[in-house]
């Protein structure tokens, strides 16, 4: 087969309308799984896109696209490892198939890369059955909780026309005179300070303390209280430089702390967020409802955050977040990955309401999805509005594949 | 007293070499050692082993080989996913070239803190826990030591073993059920005199009376006809939801089990601690955990009697013992779960020699009569039920070098320094 031929053979180059013709009703057969995956050594604006896709294709024509990110070889092993347990399903079951292969990899400890596949598998198939109803995806999950989504712009090394998070003025000034006023910020573990490089997370000087406050002040400075500010500690310390930190920002009036542990003992969580008043946030690193429970039966949390290309996929955040509702529990996803999970992420916090802000990366949505993905929704005055076409409406250029720059493999086929 | 370098004790040990061969340091520890190239090692899929195992001829598990520059290679095991795994080797290498393989907290560390910025586990933990395996190998070898002596010594000289008995890794193709009691003499005439059945099952989270009764058919015939010489330990699979783990201990109630594992998946410690309250059922779980991060919970919340681990899952032998000794200060023992390859079995005695929580190891008899041998030379077979790890340093087993020739074997250079 030319590869001329395997582009014009290919579905997710079709317009999402173009699809609704398919049968909704009938049943429908996963017929073949592709894995796309992003040139190792392609530049954009000298970040690396490293997100893996994967395509479900069906016998009546529709096809799914999922994503997950990064390490993108485990992720290719280990969707091979579970494609026998999806050719010939039914791609809309989608919570026989989830529970299915959470089954299958919960005799092992199960996370990682098969999570991660899970995950893409998931989105993928809400991606089918959008299609086949010829709904947009949030309509499949409640309709329109939010007309549309405050966002705000995380700062941790990806560029704004080449500003970045050590000129917080400009950066600042940019991002207000677009609208957005709410941003996040790294300065314990990049910049000028960097606690953490100098005591690997487990201590910090009052000298370090106070220093770190300087990009918070020079934001207030420019912008007063219209910029809100969410800091992201990386999950790199532990818990009395928590507690510290924390103190620290007290007089700030910060929109959250995320993250300044890893999420393994939500004990000590629960501990932060007793002695602090700030807002924490945690975690894009879990995944499944069952281990978000046990952050909000410890009272753990302020501020659910969650990644819908890691944590289980569509379904799972859905659930995460109704589950987190019913603890006046807000959710803020983790968007800073690939373009499906922008998508996702809209359409699943659409839907939501106990919707609290998201993220989004400038560089992201401006530079590096639109060289994939063509009608990439973009923040108009602060706020990004769900896509009205059916599935996700994530409609793929054909350009990176002709180029090279995206490479697709069958990874199993009936 | 004199002061001595370290440098001048090795080199003095070395002039006098009063020492037998096999106890002196192989390399000069002293100097910086390297990791100079990472294999993926794995197995020919259509390889037929034989001997009656049930449904089982092959092999699911793969290896991890880490060639230092002072020429000793540590070999470490994971399994059943070999694609994910190796997969995530190449992903994770970066973070193994170059390093010194004795330093086996640091690297834990930085390679679990990398995965566990997106949700620990899977295929991610399990090449952690064969790298680690891989870097006690060395450490071993590297100072001439057996790897109990450096998980602690031996608290006991042998360690007991039990049966895990399935129809699909069977002994002689036998099958429980029908030859329960040819099973069970065939155990009892080896010494071997524990058990892992498998009585239950159900097409879904629900457990019919029917099939409680049937499954209880075979532990009572097995009390029946052997009294109580038979330890019974009942494996669930993670397969039931509360009410039906409920029900299936209260009906073993009387049969005075040795354990009841994974009841239910691990997915809530709360409800494990509910069903452990509530009977006197001692409860066992889990080899779906991983690190002393995931344990810690269920000790806290008393949802455990014993605890299991795959010392090829839970993030490698030296997490094992981190997760053993945390047990220990809940009073908890230790059961491991074995039923993988070779290096998973013989590193599991070291282990098991050396904890003061062991309880009991597992072991399958088509495994370690048919399996591991076609790999390795010195697998260490039970001996009225009891099995001793090698003295050899490292893990000390003898891979059998014709593997890498019959292709076999399939190695894979995943880095190179």
């Known amino acids: 087969m030319r590869r001329r031929d395997l582009l014009k053979g290919a579905i997710p180059f079709c317009t999402p309308f173009a699809q609704r013709a398919a049968s909704a009703a009938g049943p429908m057969k996963i017929t073949k799984i592709e894995m796309v995956r992003v040139r190792k050594d392609l530049r954009i604006h000298d970040v690396s896109p490293n997100w893996t896709w994967v395509l479900l294709h069906t016998d009546q024509g529709v096809t799914g696209i999922g994503e997950s990110y990064p390490s993108q070889d485990a992720n290719h092993g280990a969707l091979k490892e579970l494609a026998p347990l999806l050719l010939g399903k039914d791609p809309t079951n989608i919570e026989r198939i989830w529970q299915d292969i959470f089954y299958r990899i919960s005799y092992q400890p199960w996370g990682g890369a098969e999570m991660r596949m899970l995950t893409a598998i998931n ?9 086949a109803a010829g709904l947009p995806v949030y309509k499949l999950l ?58 690997g997370g487990t201590f910090i000087t009052q000298a370090e303390l106070k220093q770190s406050l300087d990009p918070i002040q020079r934001i207030r400075k420019v912008a007063g209280d219209e910029m809100e500010i969410a800091l992201d500690l990386s999950s790199k310390w532990n818990l009395p430089c928590s507690l510290q930190i924390a103190r620290s920002l007290e007089p700030y009036g910060i929109l959250y702390l995320e993250d300044p542990m890893l999420p393994d003992n939500l ?47 569509i379904s799972e955040a859905k659930k995460i977040s109704d589950m987190a509702d019913t603890y006046k529990i807000p959710t803020s996803p983790h968007t800073g990955g690939g373009p499906v999970l ?3 992420s809209i359409h699943t916090a659409t839907s939501l309401t106990n919707f609290y802000i998201m993220e989004s990366v400038f560089h992201l949505y401006n530079d590096l999805y639109p060289h994939f993905i063509k009608d990439v929704p973009t923040p108009v005055n602060g706020y990004v509005t769900a896509p009205g076409a059916p599935g996700l409406g994530v409609e793929l250029r054909e350009e990176p594949f002709r180029s090279g720059d995206a490479v697709r493999e069958t990874i199993a086929e009936i | 007293m004199k002061q001595t370098t370290r440098r001048a004790f090795i080199e003095q040990a070395f002039a006098v070499s009063a020492l037998p061969a096999a106890l002196q340091s192989a390399v000069n520890n002293s100097e910086p050692m390297k990791i100079t190239k990472i294999e993926a090692v794995t197995f020919r899929q259509d390889i037929k082993i034989g001997g009656g195992g049930g449904g089982s001829e092959a092999t699911e598990f793969c290896w991890v080989r880490l060639h230092t520059d002072k020429g000793i290679v540590g070999t470490g095991e994971t399994y059943p996913f070999h694609q994910g795994e190796i997969g995530a080797l190449r992903d994770y290498s970066r973070t193994l070239t170059g390093r010194d393989p004795r330093d086996i907290d640091g690297i834990w560390r930085a390679f679990y803190h990398r995965m566990a910025m997106r949700n620990a586990g899977g295929a991610d933990m399990r090449i952690l826990s064969a790298v680690n395996m891989a870097q006690l190998d060395i450490l071993g070898q590297a100072s001439g030591l057996p790897l109990y002596r450096l998980l602690g010594g031996k608290t006991r000289p042998r360690v007991r073993v039990y049966n895990t008995t399935t129809d699909y890794w069977a002994i002689n193709n036998t099958k429980m059920g029908p030859d329960t009691m040819k099973i069970v003499q065939f155990l009892l005439d080896r010494g071997i005199t524990a058990m892992k059945i498998y009585p239950f099952s159900a097409a879904d989270n629900y457990i019919s009376n029917q099939a409680l009764e049937r499954g209880m058919s075979w532990i009572k015939e097995i009390r029946d006809k052997t009294g109580n010489q038979m330890d019974i330990c009942v494996d669930l699979w993670g397969r039931f939801d509360l009410p039906s783990a409920q029900r299936i201990a209260k009906a073993l109630e009387p049969y ?38 995931e344990y810690r919970e269920f000790f806290e919340n008393k949802a455990c009697d014993v605890i299991m681990y795959d010392l090829t899952w839970c ?12 047990a220990d200060t809940y009073l908890i023992p230790t059961s491991p779960h074995t039923c993988g390859g070779p290096l998973l079995y013989a590193c599991s005695a070291h282990l098991c020699a050396a904890l003061p929580n062991f309880l009991i190891m597992e072991s399958n008899y088509w495994k370690y009569t048919h399996q591991y041998p076609r790999f390795v ?30 292709g076999d074997a399939i190695v894979e250079t995943v880095a190179q320094a």
């Open chain 2, 315 to 326: 993030g490698g032998p030296s997490e094992a013992k981190k997760i053993s000794d945390m």
């Open chain 2, 377 to 406: 030379n010195n697998i260490p077979v039970p001996d009225k039920g009891h099995i001793v790890p090698s003295e050899a340093p490292g893990i000390g087993l003898e891979i059998k070098p014709e593997l890498f020739r019959s």
């Open chain 1, 342 to 344: 922008w998508f996702a």
């Open chain 2, 256 to 293: 005075n089990i040795m354990y009841l594992e994974d009841a239910m998946l691990m997915n809530n410690p709360k409800a494990y601690a509910q069903l452990a309250s509530e009977t006197s059922v001692p409860i066992c779980m889990s080899e779906t955990l991983a690190t002393r991060y």
């Open chain 1, 267 to 313: 004990e000590a969580y629960a501990t932060l967020a007793r002695e602090t008043s700030i807002p924490v946030c945690v975690s894009e690193r879990l995944a499944t409802r069952f281990r978000f429970r046990e952050m909000f039966d410890l009272h753990a949390v302020d501020v659910v955050m969650y990644d819908v290309t890691w944590c289980g996929g």
């Open chain 1, 142 to 199: 409640g309709g329109k909780a939010q007309e549309k989504l405050r966002v705000y712009n995380t700062m941790n090394g990806w560029p704004i026309y080449g500003m970045r998070d050590h000129d917080p003025e400009k950066v600042t000034e940019f991002l207000l005179k677009r609208g957005i006023k709410a941003v996040k910020i790294y300065p314990y573990d990049r910049g000028p300070v960097n606690a953490f490089a100098r005591h």
């Open chain 1, 123 to 131: 989105i993928a198939q809400w991606d089918i059955l959008g299609k």
